[in-house]
C-alpha cells in the first residue's frame, strides 16, 4: 500500500490518554520503536513521502510525545514513538519515557505490527534487544528495519545485516534493510502495510 495521504492526529503525553484517543478510529495501528537518534521519524517521513510529517532532528532525544498519523484517510494509523536510551536524559525523563513507550505498547489494542529500528552500522545494544524480548513477551508481531543504510558500502551491508541478524537472533531476510535518504527498503514497508491494513481472512 503506498501511501497517499498522510496526517498528524494529535500527540499523547500519558498512556493513560490513549485509550480515549484510539475510540476516535477503527483501524490497525502500526508504530516505531527504537534508540534515540536512530531515525524513527525520518523513517516515518520516508514511507509517507512527507519530508516534514514527523518532527527530526540531529539532537536526539528530539520526539518526546507519542504522536499518531492517519495515513490514507483512515487505512491505517501509524504512531511515531519517543526513543530509548538517550545518555543525556535525566534519570527521570528515561523513566518517564519508557513508561511512555511500555505503556503505550501494552495498552494499544489497535496495534497489529511494530517497526524496530536499529542503525545498520552498529551492533544492536542491549535496550535493543531487551525491546525485542518486550514484543515476544506481548506477542507483537514486529519487523526489524537495520536503518541509515545509506551510509555504508553494498558490501558492508551485507556484513552489517549478517551482524544484526545474527545478534537479534533472526534470519537475514528478517532484516529490511533501509535509508531514509535514499528511500531503499521502502517497497518492503509498504508491502507489509497491505498485509496489516488489509488481513486476509
Ligand atoms: N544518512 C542518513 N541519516 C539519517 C537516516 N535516518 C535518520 N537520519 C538522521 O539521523 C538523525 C536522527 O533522525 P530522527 O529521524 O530524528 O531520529 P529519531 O529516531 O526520530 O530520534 P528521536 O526522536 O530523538 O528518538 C537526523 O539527523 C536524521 O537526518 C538515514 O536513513 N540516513
Ligand atoms: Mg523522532
Known amino acids: 500500500m503506498k501511501i497517499v495521504s498522510a496526517e498528524f492526529m494529535t500527540s499523547i503525553a500519558s498512556p493513560d490518554k490513549y485509550g480515549e484517543v484510539s475510540l ?7 508504530c516505531v520503536v527504537g534508540r534515540s537518534n536512530v531515525g524513527k521519524s525520518t ?5 509517507t513521502g512527507r519530508k516534514k510529517l514527523a518532527k527530526a532532528s540531529v539532537t536526539p532525544g528530539r520526539t518526546r510525545l507519542v504522536n499518531l498519523f492517519n495515513l490514507n484517510r483512515g487505512a491505517l494509523v501509524l504512531v511515531d514513538l519517543p526513543g530509548y536510551g538517550y545518555a543525556a ?7 518517564g519515557w519508557s513508561k511512555l513507550i511500555e505503556g503505550y505498547l501494552h495498552t494499544s489494542k489497535k496495534l497489529k505490527h511494530v517497526f524496530a529500528l536499529v542503525d545498520i552500522r552498529h551492533e544492536p545494544s542491549v535496550l535493543d534487544k531487551q525491546m525485542l524480548q518486550y514484543l515476544y513477551a506481548y506477542g507483537l508481531p514486529f519487523t526489524v528495519v537495520a536503518t541509515k543504510a545509506d551510509k555504508l558500502s553494498k558490501a558492508q551491508i551485507g556484513r552489517a545485516v549478517q551482524t544484526v541478524a545474527t545478534a537479534l537472533t533472526l534470519g537475514r531476510d528478517d532484516v529490511v534493510v533501509f535509508s531514509g535518504v535514499t528511500g531503499e527498503g521502502k517497497e518492503k514497508i509498504e508491502a507489509l502495510f497491505d498485509t496489516i491494513a488489509a488481513p486476509s481472512v
Open 43 to 47: 523513517f516515518i517521513n520516508r514511507v
Open 89 to 95: 536524559a535525566s534519570k527521570s525523563e528515561k523513566s
Open 24 to 30: 476516535r478510529y477503527d483501524c490497525p495501528e502500526v
